[in-house]
């Protein structure tokens, strides 16, 4: 390798849609990375940081700051600033140049990034600032009187988003059974991932959340309000008959997984009278609800 220096970049200004992004990029960002990059561009109506393009005979190449770029189109950014290398660029230099953008940068001190982090009192700028959750775990790790894993009751889960192909889905699940150490795996069509970005999205932006177990959590808290819509997977609504065979979860029925504790006792009140007086078995208090749901109507008015 010899030393060759590059001429000086210059300044230019553009359409972003002018610009050719790479088709092989070993910087990835996660999907709520990009849109919260997104978010903030829309916001400041700029560009804050400047991308790397090379001028190859024409075609503008970015060859570092592409998320950048398809951000602030996704944006609608008509007019962005970036760098541009005018010379000729060998594949090689062009490649050292995207992998150093990519890989030579700083790091945060942990307790400093704490300071200023907690100095962001508004919910919307803590999450401008585009620290994730494993950033956020940092923060709280530099806490010497945070709660150690020992004393917390967790399970590690694991969502695969699967492809519907048999076989690949298989060695898929696998080569991750093989490798991972999660408490439980899910499965998941590969159809439904972007579906379920989306839902941690909406819930993160409806909320003001940074955080996507907090995103998570309203998402649940969501489906808990409407389990009775569940009964859709059992129930006919216009006839009033079941559509399938076997169970169906008692919180389909009444819409709650808890009941008041007076409303407990009182129907428990009334199985274990039905027990006693032999009209329901005590192996089976269930079928007091077959009683207490009958029709009291005489046979001709029904």
């Known amino acids: 390798m010899t030393e060759q220096q590059l001429a000086r970049p210059v300044y230019v200004e553009g359409d972003p849609r002018d610009l050719t992004l790479l088709d092989v990029n070993a910087r990835f960002m996660p999907h709520e990375q990009f849109r919260q990059l997104v978010d903030n561009i829309k916001r400041d109506g700029c560009l804050t940081s400047t991308p790397l393009v090379w001028n190859d005979a024409g075609q503008r190449i970015v060859l570092s700051g592409n998320h950048r770029v398809a951000a602030s189109i996704e944006a609608d950014l008509r007019r962005i600033g970036w760098l541009e290398i005018t010379e000729p ?180 009140r009334a199985i274990d009278r039905l027990i006693a007086d032999g009209s329901v078995p005590e192996a089976e208090p269930w079928r007091a609800l077959d009683i207490l749901a009958a029709d009291p109507r005489p046979a001709e008015t029904q």
């Open 89 to 268: 660029l060998p594949r090689q230099r062009q490649i050292a140049l995207q992998l150093s953008h990519n890989a030579i940068v700083g790091q945060d001190d942990p307790a400093i990034l704490k300071e200023l982090y907690e100095e962001l009192e508004a919910v919307e700028w803590r999450q401008y600032s585009g620290l994730d959750d494993k950033a956020l775990d940092l923060l709280e790790k530099v806490d010497v009187a945070g709660l150690g894993e020992a004393n917390l009751d967790f399970a590690s889960v694991q969502i695969m988003f699967l492809p519907d192909e048999l076989e690949r889905a298989e060695a898929a699940f696998d080569a991750a059974r093989s490798t991972a150490s999660a408490d439980q795996r899910w499965l998941a069509g590969l159809s439904q991932y972007e579906p379920t970005l989306d839902a941690l999205e909406t819930a993160r932006a409806a909320y003001k959340i940074g955080n996507s177990a907090t995103a998570l959590g309203v998402i649940l808290s969501v489906f808990e309000r409407h389990l009775a819509e569940l009964a859709d997977g059992w129930f006919d609504a216009a006839t009033g008959e079941p559509t399938r065979a076997g169970n169906a979860p008692v919180e389909t029925v009444v819409g709650t997984r808890e009941l008041p504790v007076e409303t407990a006792a009182a129907l428990r």
